[in-house]
């Protein structure tokens, strides 16, 4: 008569253990290909994602699908993913609050410059654009979407978010400048041709970086839009402080 066996109950306690794994890893590997796909403007087709995120094609494709499947990303002509409508109700969700105390002062400042003012959020080493508003009195404008994301450091919200971490050793001295002066103004670092003028937001958590960040082809608009730009981040941060 064989023996029978009775599991132990440190393996009866580590089985859902292995369950979550499981799951935790298909969870991670769609949040990341969801940051690849959001990340890359041109977009990434299943290869690219397969070998980035360093998985089977087939795995991939099947990440790729479900994520299309919740309008997170979408499946264009070229038969590359590039972000979904679904990211942009994420991205209203976040900092919710503050995103809804800021727009109306952004919409004033848009329509007063004639330029693009947008609320870029520091999301890891990125940043990346939570409320984007165009202006209503001008015809011709440069503007960009919500969820778009350009490295921290690189361009004016860059330079503005990495001016709000503490200063350290051996800094890029744009960082250091931008934290003295309160304001960081760039040219051609993220388009071509575009100029870009943002302010940091002092906010009472000081692990909420956001500023606000105006892009423009005109270089008479980025000049003189400084003024405007620092009321208008002094009047969202005060909104937040109240």
């Known amino acids: 008569m064989d023996e029978q066996r009775t599991t132990p109950v440190s393996e009866q306690r580590t089985a859902p253990k292995t369950a979550r794994s499981a799951g935790s890893q298909t969870l991670a590997r769609g949040l990341s290909a969801l940051q690849l796909v959001a990340g890359t403007p041109q977009g990434l087709g299943v290869q690219e994602v397969a070998e980035r995120l360093g998985v089977h094609r087939t795995i991939a494709h099947r ?39 800021a727009l109306p002062v952004l919409r004033r400042a848009a329509d007063e410059l004639g330029a693009t003012i947008a609320l870029i959020a520091e999301e890891g080493d990125e940043a990346v654009a939570v409320a984007v508003v165009e202006p209503q009195s001008v015809d011709y404008h440069l503007s960009y979407r919500v969820g778009s994301r350009n490295p921290l450091g690189v361009g004016s919200a860059g330079l503005a978010l ?9 800094e890029p001295e744009p960082v250091a400048e931008v934290r003295r002066s309160g304001y960081a103004t760039t040219y051609g670092q993220v388009e071509p041709g575009a100029y870009g003028v943002a302010v940091p937001l002092r906010l009472p958590d000081p692990a909420t970086r956001l500023c606000v960040n105006l892009i423009t082809s005109r ?16 009047e969202i941060g005060e909104a937040a402080s109240a």
């Open 63 to 101: 990440v790729l699908t479900t994520l299309a499947d919740f309008h997170l990303i979408s499946r264009s002509g070229d038969g590359r993913y590039r972000a979904g409508v679904g990211t942009v109700a994420l991205a209203r969700g976040y900092a919710a609050g503050l995103r809804e105390t």
């Open 219 to 234: 270089e008479d608009v980025a000049q003189t839009s400084l003024h405007r730009m620092l009321a208008a981040a002094q």
């Open 162 to 170: 990495a001016s709000l971490h503490p200063p350290y050793t051996g």
